[in-house]
């Protein structure tokens, strides 16, 4: 089993910066890639950036020059930075990560608020 463990939530007001951390552990296989996620109430869960295993990234259009996802493969790490907020940016983010044989972990979310 994999476990994530995310941390860096809370509120902000708008136009603030926040960093979150994803630790993953116990028994990844191989390589993999790892995301985050946003979910709303009554809204589907969206990703918002993505690093495979291969450092390449990917963004949703509404963070793109605004978030930046990292990774420490050292410490089964992923970060998110997350600069200029904007109210709408509100949500629970989840860490995601999916290993070489294609199992799909999620963290449990953490709180993210942004105050107009």
């Known amino acids: 089993q994999v476990q994530l463990v995310e941390s860096g939530g809370g509120l902000v007001q708008a136009g603030g910066s926040l960093r979150l951390s994803c630790a993953a552990s116990?028994?990844?296989?191989?390589?993999?890639?790892m995301g985050w996620y946003r979910q709303v109430p009554g809204k589907q869960r969206e990703l918002v950036a993505r690093i495979t295993r291969d450092s390449n990234t990917n963004y949703a259009d509404s963070v793109k020059g605004r978030f930046t996802i990292s990774r420490n493969n050292a410490n089964y790490t992923v970060y998110l930075r997350m600069n200029r907020l904007k109210p709408e940016d509100t949500a629970v983010y989840y860490c995601?990560?999916?290993?070489?044989?294609?199992?799909?972990?999620w963290g449990q979310g953490t709180q993210v608020t942004v105050s107009s």
């Open positions: 995601h990560l999916e290993d070489s044989y294609y199992h799909s972990y």
């Open positions: 116990g028994s990844i296989f191989g390589r993999y890639d």
